[in-house]
C-alpha cells in the first residue's frame, strides 16, 4: 500500500497438510492464514483478490490435482460439480460473514490443462477435455454469483492462464464451451 498497490491477491489451498511438518506447523493458504491476511490488506484500504488453487498445493500449467478430500468423486462429475460449488459458496460466506468477502475471486490457478484432475491424469500429462472443464468453471463461477446474490455484494470473477501465446486458443475454448461469466482475465508471464 506504501509504494501504490491497491489489490493483494491471496491464494487458498484446500487442505494443505503437506505444510504440517513446516514453519513450526503453522500453515499458510489456508482459510485461516487467507482471513489473516484479508484483514491485513483491509486495514491498509487494499481491495483482495482470492485465488481459489482448488488443490492441497499449487496449481500451474503443468500440475492440477484435485484435493485429497475429492479423489474419491474425482471421475463422478455431477458430485464433483457439487463439491465445488459447495466449497467456493461456504468459502465465500464464512468469509462474508467475518466482513471479509474479497473484492474478486480467481477460479483456480493457470489453468490451461484441465482443473481438478485426478493424481494419475495429472502425471499422464498434459490434457484438456472442455465439456468437463466448462462445467467445473462454470459451477464455480455459479457458487461466486449465488453468493453475491446472497450477500448484495459484488465479487468479480477472473479467470487465469499462463502464458500469451496461449491466451487465444484458451479463450477461444472457454467462450465456444460456454464460460463467459467472467469480468477479468489474468495472464501469468514467464520469459525465458
Known sequence: ADAGANLVRLRLWHTPRWYDDLNDGNRYSDLSDVKRSIARARA??????LDFH???????????VVPAAWATVVDDLPTLEDSLYNYVQATLMALDADSLLPDMVQICNETNKGILQSVAADAAGWALYWPRNAALFNHGIKAVRDVEATTGKEIQV?????GPTNAGWLFDG???YG????DVIGLSYYWA
Open 174 to 176: 472457454f467462450r465456444e
Open 179 to 182: 464460460v463467459t461469466d467472467f
Open 158 to 162: 477472473a479467470i487465469h492462464i499462463a
Open 44 to 49: 491498509q484500504g487494499m481491495s483482495v483478490l
Open 54 to 64: 482448488l488443490s492441497d498445493t499449487w496449481t500451474d500449467p503443468s500440475r492440477q
